[in-house]
């Protein structure tokens, strides 16, 4: 290599090491209010539509057979509640807690664990992937939500089934930020959308969301609100926490979570 | 019409091709159409995003597994990026298939205005800067969706215009050149044609039809969504985590090949590599064919 092209090369090298160590120029992008970050976030809205467009109502999540559940369900964000009204209901066994289900629907009613079990149940041995990468085969046995719909009569107007938690996140100057999340009724219809109080052939541990907790299994984790205390049947999300539809939504994360 | 518009499109029509300058530099060829030009940029800002925005979304889960699914109780771990503490200082260790390297300052322990910190990786390596996933997500998802818009539009023109067909197909002849050229290109002797050498197209075929595509599919092997409507896909690469893995390897691969790249520019000639992808005209050193 002649002397020259060596000082082109180290030139370009130095040029390019400088190029790469950009990172830090696009932090602004980290500020949720970022008018560029929201275009970017349009790409969510995108894959929505790819997504239902492509999607058959009845198209599966991968079924696994037992021999897949290799280790216990990994628990991931609240893992054990300290709230009082939870605490409560957790000493007597659940026997007095009740899931009210409300909003757009006919027949508004609140399910008792027993109300649940009593009808048709469906178990499934599915992954749980979660946002940060990882995944984690179990078995879930619950009752589909959509036969939940059905009984309290959602009304066409509908766009929404959210899922408000007992757990505390965070405090807020105006009291606890408590987890909730939402998912259109597509999601919320989808045959393997259960109500799910049953866990690897046991009852749903309280690190797992007990005693109800739901199962989302064509989008990530976060979407499986845990430790269920009321489902809303809605047209509007901005009633809801800061309004993008879930606890994580509200902090920058998408909202729909099939990618 | 039909005739017309692939016309127009076929850059190397013979009245562009100047005669020879008198001062003996070869002659001025138009090598790169528009859309070669065009999706080449696109790609490399593409790339660039998605290179750190990954490097973010991977912090949230520095470890790679193989499999459907990721080993807490067992081990199904290849590649593990840690923080420990040592003698009560901080220390990065970078496990790849059980050999175990101390990475502090890159990888695992990195410097934070001038602490030792636990994270994956060192902020100019990702976007942002800090850990925030939710931002990674954002930024890689939308360039995803570049990426994949820019093959699209590339193999259409490239088809149309014949950019595939007659500048990255390999003939007999050139597939025999190939050890030659391996020696030739080891001698680090380039020379300047208007037309790419054999290693040049084997290189751009498997970039463009191989590790892009493969980068793509695996990534969308982790979606859930995707997982319901083309099954196959978790059949094809192993699982989902193996799926992770893989794009992670096409990642170095597509790294290793930008190395080279940018090498290849600079011994080739950078200022005559750069004007011909971004007006099109390239320098050669040789008389251009008569076909």
Sequence with gaps: MTD?????????????????????????????DNPVRATLAGAND????????????????????????????R??????????????????????????????????????????????????????????GWSCIAQWTGVPLRLVLDRVGARPEARFVVFRCFDTMEWSPTGPVKYYESVDLWAARHPQTILAYGMNGGPLPVANGAPLRVRIELQLGYKMAKYLQAIDVTDTLEPYGLGEGGYWEDRGYEWYAGI | MRNKASLTLDPRTPERIPPSPPDGR????????????????????????????????????????????????????????????????????????????????????????????????????????????????????????????TLAVWLVASLANRHIRRDLALSRDELRRIPREVTSHARLSFRREPRYNPLQKLTYLAILFLVLPLMVLTGLTMSPGVNAWAPWMLDLFGGRQTARTLHF???????????????????????????????GWFRADTEIPHD
């Design chain 1, 46 to 73: 995108l894959t929505y539509a790819a997504q239902r467009a492509l999607l058959d109502h009845d198209a599966l999540a991968r079924e696994y057979p037992a021999s897949a559940i290799r280790q216990p369900m």
């Design chain 1, 75 to 132: 628990p991931n964000g609240s893992t054990s509640p300290r709230d009082p009204d939870y605490l409560n209901h957790l000493v007597s066994g659940f026997e007095t807690w009740r899931l009210p289900v409300s909003g757009l629907v006919d027949r508004p009613e609140s399910f008792s664990l027993a109300d649940l079990a009593s009808m048709p149940a469906r178990t499934q041995i599915t992954r749980h992937d979660c946002v940060e």
């Design chain 2, 26 to 149: 070869g002659r001025l060829v138009y090598r790169q159409s528009v859309w070669t030009r065009l999706t080449h940029w696109a790609w490399a800002v593409a790339l660039f995003f998605l290179l750190l925005s990954g490097l973010q979304i991977f912090m949230a889960r520095p470890d790679l597994y193989i499999g459907r699914q990721s080993g807490f109780d067992f081990d199904n771990a290849i590649l593990s990026i840690s923080a420990e503490v040592e003698d009560g200082a901080l220390v990065g260790v970078t496990d790849v298939f059980g050999w175990r390297f101390e990475t502090t300052g890159y990888l695992g322990v990195v410097d934070e205005g001038g602490v030792p910190a636990p994270k994956t990786f060192p902020g100019w390596m990702t976007i942002p800067s800090g850990r925030d996933l939710a931002t990674g997500r954002v930024v890689h998802l939308f360039f995803a969706w570049v990426l994949l818009a």
């Design chain 2, 249 to 279: 390897l096409l990642m170095l691969a597509l790294l290793a090949f930008f190395v080279v790249h940018m090498f290849m520019v600079v011994f080739a000639g950078s200022v005559n590599e750069m004007r011909s992808m971004i007006t």
């Design chain 1, 4 to 32: 020259l092209s060596r000082r082109h090369f180290l030139r370009r090298g130095a040029a390019l090491g400088a190029s790469l160590g950009l990172g830090g120029c696009f932090d602004e992008l980290a500020d949720r």
